[in-house]
């Protein structure tokens, strides 16, 4: 009996070992693998926020590139300008050569590799297109270079932008079959747990002591990767800021070198956009259209404003810059300007920016030479067909006209530039609008004097 107890004591010693070296093995294991694949995603997913900023960068300098190359291409300026301009290229050509350098250090496996190569070699055609085009240019063909820039370096982004999407959701999908093992081996964890548990009650209290160790540990680490995430996020949309503020800068640049064709400075843009606020600010506050011109509204159209003249690159320097009123056939010329400007954006910037920034700029470049009573242009359109965008586009372009000096007229005070809003009120103007800015013309007068001693 004693010798059989003793045989019972040792085999449920041995059992009682055997099973606490199973489960001290399959917990240290499993915290092991578990450890292992956790350190594994921490570095994939910080590979992939940096892969995503440097995507982003790529993305981001290749958008100056062609800007660059569309104001050199668009603009009048001397050979010396064209050159600085011809720097500024190879420079941003070299920024992103650097960035898709760094990338490739970190595309060592199959498939990423075939990705990468696929992106370089889209890359490498962007530029191809980009030096055809300024040859193109550098022999004279402006027309034709603006083409391959429209077509085929539109083509070359579209693939661009292909490119590095599938760079991004091979990178997700790697992750999220990381998250599937990592929930696989906390879920085996568990088991191994309860086998402990039911086997004896020593291995329980070791794999109790050891599973809550390692959920504490996992819970620890969720709450960190969460915030690490969640400062990522936060530099992303920064990110995104400064990139949409680049294209603002871009944007507003184009349209200044635009104006400055007709002999105006950027103060007319400066300023248009300023009132423009200003009307659409006071309308909303006395209730007119409350249900549109929400705060996103006014954003996109204060961002917008600076493209209603855009339309003027294609208009002859003769004609935008002639001493005198023109003629009705050069007249005619002049009101073509507005269509092309809605065609002009709708075309080139429709990969660049969100489609309501690109409807509201459109809508401003074709509709702000409407009139009230449809005696306007392009379309004819009265009443409330025309935009609203683009009837309060119209006040703020026409006040900053009359009282501003151009090549074919002196500026107009103030007294007769609201004279004759107040006079055009139901035909040119929306007559709600006119009635409200000429409610608010002591702000309106103080913003201009203001601008003008900037812009001075």
Same mark, same amino acid.
């Given at each position: ?79 010396? &300008? ?11 050509k070299?920024? @992103? ?10 595309m ?21 297109? &980009? ?13 034709t270079?603006l ?50 548990i039911?086997i ?14 390692? %959920?504490?540990q ?57 009132? @423009? ?9 006395e ?11 006014? #954003? ?52 660049? #920016? ?6 509201? %700029? ?21 009443? #409330? ?10 006040? %703020? ?19 007769k %530039? ?10 040119h ?17 103080? &913003? ?9």
């Amino acid at each position: 009996m004693f010798f059989h107890s003793k045989r019972t004591a040792f085999k449920i010693f041995i059992l009682v070992l055997i099973t606490g070296i199973i489960g001290i093995s399959g917990v240290g294991i499993m915290q092991h693998r578990i450890s292992k694949m956790t350190s594994s995603y921490e570095e994939m997913r910080y590979d992939y926020v940096d892969n995503c900023l440097k995507i982003d960068m790529v993305n981001s300098r290749l958008l100056s590139y062609r800007c660059t190359l569309l104001e050199m291409i668009t603009s009048s300026d001397d050979s010396s &300008a064209h050159l600085i301009k011809a720097r500024e290229l190879e420079t941003q050509k070299k920024e @992103v050569q650097s960035l898709m350098s760094e990338l490739s250090e970190k595309m060592d496996s199959g498939v990423r590799e075939q990705l990468y190569h696929k992106l370089y070699s889209n890359v490498h055609s962007y530029f191809n297109t &980009a030096e055809v085009a300024h040859q193109i240019f550098d022999e004279g063909n402006i027309n034709t270079a603006l083409y391959y820039i429209n077509t085929d370096l539109k083509t070359n982004v579209l693939s661009i932008d292909q490119s590095m999407q599938d760079m991004k959701t091979l990178t997700e999908n790697e992750m999220d079959a990381a998250h599937e093992e990592m929930l696989k081996l906390v879920e085996q964890s568990n088991k191994v747990r309860n086998i402990c548990i039911l086997i004896i009650s020593i291995a329980v209290i070791i794999c109790i002591y050891s599973c809550v160790t390692l %959920a504490s540990q996992l819970e620890k680490y969720k709450d960190k990767l969460e915030k690490e995430l969640e400062a990522k996020n936060h530099e992303l949309i920064e990110h995104n800021e400064r990139i949409i503020k680049i294209q603002d800068n871009t944007i507003s640049g184009l349209a200044n070198l635009i104006e400055s064709r007709d002999g105006e400075t950027g103060g007319h843009i400066i300023r248009t956009s300023k009132y @423009v606020e200003m009307l659409a600010r006071e309308a909303r506050a006395e209730g007119y259209f409350t249900d549109t011109l929400t705060n996103e509204y006014i #954003e996109l159209l204060v961002r917008a404003a600076p493209m209603h003249d855009i339309g003027k690159i294609s208009i002859s320097d003769l004609i935008l810059k002639k001493q005198g009123k023109l003629t009705v056939e050069e007249f005619d010329i002049m009101k073509d300007h507005a269509a092309e400007g809605g065609k002009i954006i709708r075309n080139v910037m429709s990969d660049i #920016e969100n489609k309501d920034y690109i409807d509201m %700029a459109a809508q401003v470049a074709e509709g702000h030479h409407e009139k009230w009573n449809g005696g306007g242009y392009p379309k004819g359109i009265s009443g #409330e067909e025309i935009p609203l965008c683009a009837r309060i586009m119209a006040l %703020a372009d026409v006040f900053d006209a009359l009282v501003s000096k151009r090549c074919y007229k002196e500026a107009f005070s103030f007294d007769k %530039a609201f004279k004759i809003i107040a006079e055009s009120s139901g035909t040119h103007f929306d007559p709600t609008l006119a009635e409200i800015f000429l409610k608010i013309r002591p702000e309106i007068e103080a &913003a201009a004097t203001q601008l003008a001693d900037e812009v001075k």
